[in-house]
């Protein structure tokens, strides 16, 4: 496995979290707003689902929590034929090289490519959200289980 796709699974556990990722098709078709108690899944990948949660005031979705305000411009600069699980990892990929963190991401820098791309992902330390963050302890635990090699 990758470092790529450990950064990438480490995405996903910190905004889904474990629960959502095993009962989902692996945080695929999450909606914001899920809980393990009371998961929300859309079923067609055709488009992004554009499910507005009142609670979180956002329309994020999928396994990387992607807001529906940029699917078109992503869907029609990344070619992407849906909101599927490759589409998803391809804009995820995309969004990695545009916090320029892509060489941490490879060369398993983790600290520095959580740094580089906490604007992306709320539940990354180091941003404004004011959304929960997770450690970055936490994240590197999750990152080496998903097969991440730290440098």
Not at 3 to 19: K, V, Y
Not at 64 to 74: D, I, K
Not at 75 to 83: C, E, G, R, S
Not at 88 to 96: A, F
Request: net charge neutral; glycine share 8%.
């Amino acid at each position: 496995m990758s470092n790529l796709t450990a950064f990438r699974d480490m995405i996903a556990w910190s905004e889904i979290g474990p629960p959502l990722l095993s009962m989902s098709d692996n945080g695929y078709n999450v909606c914001v707003g899920s809980t393990p108690q009371r998961p929300i899944l859309f079923v067609s990948y055709a488009e992004h689902p554009r499910r507005h949660d009142i609670a979180t005031n956002s329309d994020a979705a999928g396994r990387y929590q992607f807001m529906g305000r940029y699917w078109l411009a992503y869907k029609a600069q990344l070619h992407l034929p849906d909101f599927g699980p490759v589409s998803q990892d391809t804009w995820c990929d995309q969004l990695i090289r545009e916090c320029h963190a892509m060489d941490d991401v490879i060369a398993g820098r983790l600290e520095s490519a959580i740094a580089k791309c906490s604007s992306r992902w709320a539940s990354l330390p180091g941003n404004s959200y004011g959304q929960h963050m997770n450690k970055v302890s936490d994240l590197a635990a999750a990152y080496v289980k998903a097969g991440g090699v730290l440098a």
